[in-house]
């Protein structure tokens, strides 16, 4: 078994933060809070949520704290797929990293928040998007994809302030 390595000093508070609308799986860590799902994504790792919950409930909160900038997400991508490896799902897959996706840029409302919004009948406050941080567009964008239930979108655009 791989150790997980946290000797990296915390990037940014947005590396630890769990959101109000995770409230009822953030306490015990048994789903993927989207700070991790960020850092994931970063790293270009697909984690699986067998992965996820066969690592300890201490590794999770590793997880959690782990910094996000980008020496720690270099180590985060090695060490999530050496120690995953270990695990009964197999080693995580490997993804393309993120370059230039709607979460990155705060400047447009992306067309994919726009329409989920438009579904669930939700009006959307001018100029919110950009006063958005990174892992709060993130978040937003991961919970408007099509297929999602979107349950927790309209509790995340209240949360973050953007309903009108």
Known sequence: MVAVVTAVPLG??????CFGF?????ADLRC??????????????KLKLQHWSELGEAERGELLAWADDAA????????????????SAGQAKELPRPC???????EQLPAVLASSCAQ???????????E???????????????????RNLPRALAEFGLLV
Do not use: C, Y
């Open 132 to 150: 958005l941080d990174e892992l709060q567009r993130f978040a937003l964008v991961k919970l408007s994809h099509p297929g999602h239930e979107h």
């Open 100 to 106: 230039g996706e709607p979460w990155q840029q705060a």
């Open 120 to 130: 669930l009948d939700l009006e959307l406050r001018s100029g919110g998007w950009a």
């Open 72 to 87: 720690a997400i270099e180590v985060l991508r090695e060490n999530l797929l050496a120690r995953s490896a270990a695990l």
């Open 32 to 45: 993927i809070p989207m700070a991790v799902r960020r850092k994931l994504d970063l790293a270009g790792v």
């Open 22 to 26: 995770e409230a009822d799986f953030s």
């Open 12 to 17: 940014s508070l947005l590396a630890s933060t």
